[in-house]
């Protein structure tokens, strides 16, 4: 009987230190962006004015960009993430920082997707596949050839859809990332899903 106490014991410090932890991350994420990405033009002037390299400075605007995409799902903001998206790209190309560019273009081709303009979308997509083959940047090739397949989805093309799957599976299957892995499964069985109907 006492034997159980003990082992039950560190389970509940673990599961009450877990949570704690939990509770502190969504405490800081909620902070975050109702606070910083609240209003993003002065978060995103103040945080160019402390940043000193234009290498770092390529990234913020991208960085603003994804947060952009990634937790407001309104047009507006799509848009204002292009608007950023692009900037950094003038900026990277200016200073011929190939790896920002790569980024750039994969981050103005997710602000074409969620605007439904999805020539732009596979082009810039297309330009940032070009850009990581030649700088060997395997996980945003893997990543690209994903959006590519989910942008083929959407217009019905499932045979150029379910290449690009496959080819960003081979990718993250050399890399062994399996959660990347499951992902792709579950895109290649809803697109089956969508040829049977």
């Not at 009450?16 to 975050?32: D, E, K, P, W």
């Not at 596949?129 to 989910?150: K, M, S, T, V």
């Not at 990347?180 to 579950?186: A, E, I, T």
């Amino acid at each position: 009987m006492y034997p159980k106490l003990y082992i039950f014991v560190p389970i509940l410090l673990i599961k009450s230190y877990f949570m704690y932890r939990v509770i502190f991350f969504f405490f800081c994420f909620n902070i975050l962006f109702h606070n910083v990405l609240g209003n993003i033009p002065d978060s995103l002037e103040n945080t160019l004015k402390l940043t000193v390299s234009d290498t770092a400075k390529v990234m913020v605007y991208n960085r603003f960009a994804q947060s952009l995409l990634t937790f407001y799902r309104q047009n507006q903001d799509y848009h204002q993430a292009l608007q950023y998206a692009q900037q950094g790209l003038e900026l990277a190309k200016e200073i011929n920082f190939k790896n920002g560019e790569a980024e750039l273009y994969r981050t103005i081709g997710n602000a074409f997707y969620y605007l439904n303009n999805n020539e732009q979308a596979i082009a810039h997509y297309e330009t940032a596949l070009q850009l990581c083959e030649q700088l060997q940047l395997h996980n945003n090739i893997a990543l690209i050839y994903y959006n590519l397949g989910i942008v083929y989805r959407r217009l019905s093309k499932y045979f150029y859809s379910l290449d690009n799957f496959q080819k960003s599976l081979s990718v993250w299957s050399q890399l062994g990332n399996i959660d990347r892995m499951g992902l792709l499964y579950r895109g290649i069985v809803q697109l089956y899903i969508l040829v049977m109907h």
